[in-house]
């Protein structure tokens, strides 16, 4: 999938382009598969099957001389389930030439629920509850999903990402979601729900990196049984459900979203440096001790050494779960300074001591 930024873009002008496309084609080995037209957000994006993204470029450049702003690889079942089609669709108008015009914005909004893993859920409520409730966890989040129009993508985690076309219907779709699993679990289960919108192509090399990251994110720092929302969230939704003072909301104003996405990017660079604590923090977030702490503690209730000490908690688990490692390894990829900190630590997050959750994993 490419993308194209073009001021003042028009769908007609789009659709001329694309034809062109298709007549040049095969010469490079390529099948312009469908497109996407956004006059307001002034942007195009491209689904083509090629050898590699220079043939997409080479492509353009002979039929039009429009060059992508930038390509990515994707896979045809993820565009489906995110933008709901691989082709173009049905009817719509055409132009004098006979080039159908295609207007339809690839921007989406993306929902994510989060709930407390297998795993744990066995620990705490035993196997056959825990297969009960996240039984009762699908049920009630397709049932809503289908209700409302949203379209389920491809993952492989417990919890959900459903795409959205707009935005009020997703919002309507969390607030259904959480009030039936506010009766199907009770408090002890970690549950939240995240929202935010975006392009299929931003800064990330993965189809709405970006816009999954955040959602993500601000779903990770919301209060259990919540629902997190950016600022373009609730502007897309003209504040309707945000009127009056609701409890099930959490929102996140546009400037804490870019601390939010620098706090959490910097852990990814740095977890598993053993050596990254907080001065390095600090360092690398151009704050002072004071301002990282009171800023992460007004935006995620942590203070920074907790907030970075269950990052990498969460990422042993992630590694739990894709090898049967030992602790030893699990410590010192994790960034822990000895097995015996890493399984105090995991022990107080989590109730259970690190082999236990690997015995009840394997």
């Known amino acids: ?36 037209t956004d006059e307001e957000r002034e942007s ?48 719509g108008e055409t132009t004098e030439e006979g080039f159908k015009i295609i207007s339809e914005p690839s921007f989406r909004i993306l929902l994510v629920t989060h709930i407390t893993d297998e795993v744990l859920l066995k620990y705490k409520l035993g196997a056959d509850k825990a297969a009960e409730l996240l039984s009762r966890h699908n049920e009630i989040t397709r049932k809503h999903l289908k209700q409302y129009g949203g379209s389920e993508v491809e993952h492989g985690g417990t919890g959900f990402i459903i795409s959205f076309s707009s935005a009020a219907p997703a919002v309507s779709c969390a607030l259904a979601i959480m009030g039936s699993m506010k009766i199907a679990a009770d408090k002890t289960v970690d549950f939240k ?21 955040l959602a993500e994110n601000i779903c990770s720092i919301a209060g259990n049984f919540q629902i997190a929302v950016t600022n373009a969230v609730k ?37 598993q440096d053993a050596a990254f604590d907080m001065p390095e923090y600090c360092k690398a977030m151009g704050m002072s001790n004071s301002q990282l ?40 990829e994790t960034g822990f300074s000895s097995p015996s900190y890493f399984t105090k630590c995991f022990k107080k997050k989590y109730g259970l001591l690190p082999m236990a959750y690997l015995d009840l994993l394997h």
Not at 200 to 209: H, M, Q, V
């Open 235 to 271: 502007e897309l939704t003209l504040k309707d459900h945000f009127q009056k003072s609701n409890t099930n909301f959490f929102q996140v104003s546009a400037q804490d979203e870019s601390l939010l996405c620098s706090l959490y990017k910097t852990l990814e660079e740095n977890w």
């Open 44 to 91: 195009i994006f491209c689904l083509i099957e090629a050898p590699n993204k220079e043939a997409v470029e080479e492509m353009h450049n002979k039929a039009h001389g429009l060059i992508p702003n930038k390509i990515i690889e994707v896979k045809s079942t993820l565009v489906s389930s995110f933008l709901g089609r691989i082709y173009d669709p049905n009817g």
């Open 293 to 332: 702490y009171r800023k992460t503690i007004s935006l995620t209730s942590l203070s920074p050494n907790i907030f970075l000490k269950d990052f990498r908690l969460e990422k042993a688990k992630e590694l739990m779960k894709k090898k049967r490692y030992s602790i030893s390894q699990i410590t010192f």
């Open 193 to 213: 729900i995240g929202i935010h919108g975006g392009e299929p192509i931003e800064k990330s090399n993965s189809l709405f990196g970006d816009t999954l990251q």
């Open 1 to 36: 999938m490419d993308v194209h930024i073009i001021p003042g873009v028009k769908a007609r002008d789009v659709a001329k382009a694309h034809h062109l496309d298709l007549l040049h084609q095969e010469e490079y080995q390529c099948k312009c598969m469908t497109y996407w």
